[in-house]
């Protein structure tokens, strides 16, 4: 007999062992996916960030699973938010997926079809109709917008024959969709669920609550190491929105205000985080509800002397990749090369659902499971038509179409991508062997560069 007082502590850090672990087992295990907004796979402190506190994300990087080399597969479109969801959310590549998700099927429907019970709050991006559709059988949805992170422009709807809640908006958007999720855990029972809670931080504006914000003033981070005042050259998408928000050349001072405010937005969420999985413990369904915490992509932020999302720099398209849960080994890291999309196909097969019809997505099961070559062997990163990447565990290769450009990197000696080696003479036959693996790639994928639109 456990005291009552220690069970609700191993509760609390999530320790399935024990009465509860027996009967969680016998349940469909849960979903919860959280996701957030522009934040780079290197803000974790866990993960090794020492500047930034993220004590939540940490407890889940001890408890499960954190996949260091997983991507978003890019973007046809300045607005990479976009697609990236839509892949998450359908499992379909770049080139098939429909970006507003008029059609086709979706993870949220495979799971409601299972008998889970959906729920989605925050952000969504790919249009209210498919949102209305794809949890149709499902909790409250609240939409939030990003142009002001105090003043969410929250658009409530509900599913038929549901009542409306009505929801404030002059609270910060992380804590408006944290207390949302909050309060669907707060009303389950023993039902299995998929919850989706999604963030708009710590996407600009950056604006953090003041007493996060305040934990930096006078100590912001230093610039990135491989901070640029403005990129070498133009890479085709050097005026976008995100490339506005400061001028050129950018300092390196400037950079650090942006990162200061950027880890503030960081910790307010990650306190969110907390506040999400609190509740969970609390109602005895940490045990058996698998939880990733990830990022739509990742962020430029002074790196590259770039600021936004539409580049192909590992900085950009990384993303944070947690997975924890039943049936997850705790406190382990893997490097296995993987898509975003590729996460909801593992937690399909970890929760038993059959994935959606269409999809494309590669359970990394067997990855959890040990089998470190289970990887992907190659990814193919796009950004409009204006480049394009080919990724191996060594190697990458960025070329730029519009331009006749390459770059060349060499990702274990040099994970910044500070050196390119494209013209260095070492290399020519790798240099052919990338050019050709990324053609035959694009191919594949049914790229309109290499297929024709
Ligand atoms: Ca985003």
């Known amino acids: 007999m456990i005291p009552r007082r220690l069970f609700a502590a191993a509760l609390m850090l999530g320790w399935t062992a024990g009465p509860l672990g027996t009967a969680a087992a016998e ?22 960030n020492r500047l930034v506190r993220t004590p939540a994300i940490d407890g889940l990087v001890a408890r499960g699973t954190s996949f260091d080399r997983c991507y978003c597969m890019g973007s046809r479109q300045g607005a990479v938010c976009v697609p990236s969801r839509a892949m998450l959310l359908s499992g379909r590549s770049l080139f098939h997926v429909d970006e507003q998700l008029a059609g086709g099927d979706t ?41 002001d992170q105090w003043r969410v422009p929250v658009s409530s709807f509900v599913a038929p024959g549901r ?28 039902e299995p669920f998929f919850a989706w809670l999604a963030f708009t931080a710590p996407h600009d504006p950056r604006q ?17 190491d ?34 200061a405010d950027y880890y503030a937005c960081i910790e ?15 109602k005895g369904r940490l045990a058996d509800t698998i939880i990733v915490f990830t ?28 997975v924890a849960g039943p049936g997850v080994p705790a406190g382990r890291r893997v490097d296995a090369l993987c898509y975003l999309f590729d996460l909801m196909a593992t937690v399909g097969e970890l929760a038993g659902v059959s994935p959606p019809a269409g999809t494309e997505g590669r359970s990394l099961v067997p990855v959890v499971r040990g089998d470190a070559r289970a990887g992907r062997e190659e990814l193919l990163l796009a950004y409009r038509d204006v480049q394009r990447a080919l990724v191996t565990p060594r190697w990458k290769l960025i070329d730029y179409p519009r331009l006749g450009r390459r770059q060349l990197f060499d990702l274990d000696a040099d994970p910044e991508e500070c050196r390119d080696l494209w013209e260095d003479g070492e290399h020519a036959e790798l240099r052919t062997t990338m050019m050709d693996g990324l053609r035959k790639a694009e191919r594949a994928a049914g790229d309109p560069l290499a297929v024709g639109p």
Do not use: C
Not at 29 to 46: C, E, F, H, K, M
């Open 226 to 259: 491989n901070f640029l005042p403005q990129h070498p050259f133009d890479n085709g998408e050097l005026r976008v929105r995100d490339e506005k928000l400061l001028g050129w050349p950018r300092s390196a001072a400037q950079v650090s205000g942006e990162l």
């Open 27 to 48: 349940r469909r295990p849960s979903v919860l996916v959280i996701l957030a907004d522009d934040q780079r796979a290197d803000t974790i402190g866990a993960l090794g």
């Open 208 to 224: 953090a609550p003041v007493d996060y914000r305040r934990r930096f003033a006078g100590t912001e981070p230093p610039p990135p």
């Open 163 to 190: 009542p409306a809640r009505p929801v404030a908006t002059d609270r910060h958007s992380s804590e408006l969709f944290g207390g949302a999720a909050a309060e669907f855990v707060d009303t389950l029972g023993d």
């Open 268 to 282: 307010a969420l990650d306190a969110q985080v907390g506040r999400v999985l609190a509740a969970l413990a609390a």
């Open 107 to 147: 993870w949220p429907e495979a799971f409601a079809r299972a008998g889970s019970r959906t729920f989605l709050v925050g952000k969504w991006h790919n249009g209210a109709a498919a949102a209305a559709r794809l949890f149709a059988a499902g909790d409250a949805v609240f939409l939030g917008g990003m142009s």
């Open 295 to 322: 990022s739509d992509h990742g962020l430029a932020l002074g790196s590259h002397g770039l600021l936004g999302k539409q580049n192909l720099y590992e900085h950009s398209m990384r993303v944070p990749a947690v």
